[in-house]
């Protein structure tokens, strides 16, 4: 099949840095849907207005609109890549989208940061290593279990846990500050202690400088209802129990045992010395560069 490339007028958008959220100031995607299926994605719901989900469709003039944008913003800051899309899609490892991106961004002299659920991350160690020279970097894998076997079936079509999380060794002994998202957390099938502990042991494994964890899941229209199905599928039985318990909620999570998970898992990264408060991840991947000349750039 060829590939579906689409006009794309704008590629970096600037918004207020987000304290609750990486503390982050520009915002980009190069890329349109998103193929790893996870059944919970919630970058399908209507008000995204993203049609046909799941085939990714590359934005043409991609590198050449961003060139651009970066060179007139007075500002520099950090970049983030994910939000909508995973910039480290099947597309990319011929594409180099990404990649091209954060060449971009090296030589204007902002910093990035990257979501991804791929493994195909650690191939651009080098070129993030360069940036990490000049200005902040942060790399956050999305790992919502270490059960192979349950991925399988609540991402189906991304890199398995193991992969992702040799990814983030990689990058780790690289010197690049990356860490692991673990969210969201789904009522009944993730929501165990035992799971969200083998999750943290994991991470500290390979040495990952944070988790961030969420602990529940945020369902709303085309979303719920892809959930819902997907749940049918393999979770026979569960999506009646969440319409029973969450009905038309926007937030989903059991709360007494969200409760009892976020203490668990506080205290296994407490256990660990490893960072799972916003702001101290936030402080810990920016404060290298604030010295006096940063101060004023970032
Ligand atoms: S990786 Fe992100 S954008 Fe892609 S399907 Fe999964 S949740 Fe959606």
New binding site residues.
Partial sequence: MPVPWIPAKTILSSWKPQPRWFGTEYNMNLYRG?????I?????SECYGVDDFDLIRPKERALEILEDELGRRRRKGVAAMGS???PYNPLEASLELTRGALELINRARFGAAVAT?SSLVARDADILEEISRHSPVLVKV?VTTVDPALAAKI?PR?PSPAERLEAVRELRSRGIFTGILLMPVLPWITDSDEGVRSLVRAASGVNASFIYGAFGVTLRDRQREWYYSSLDRDFPGLSDRYRTLFGESYGCARRDRAAALERVFRRECGDRNILWRMEDIITAYRSPYRGPEQMELF
């Fill in positions: 998103c193929s790893h299926g996870c919970y994605c919630d970058s399908r909508m899309s995973d659920k999305t991402e991304a």
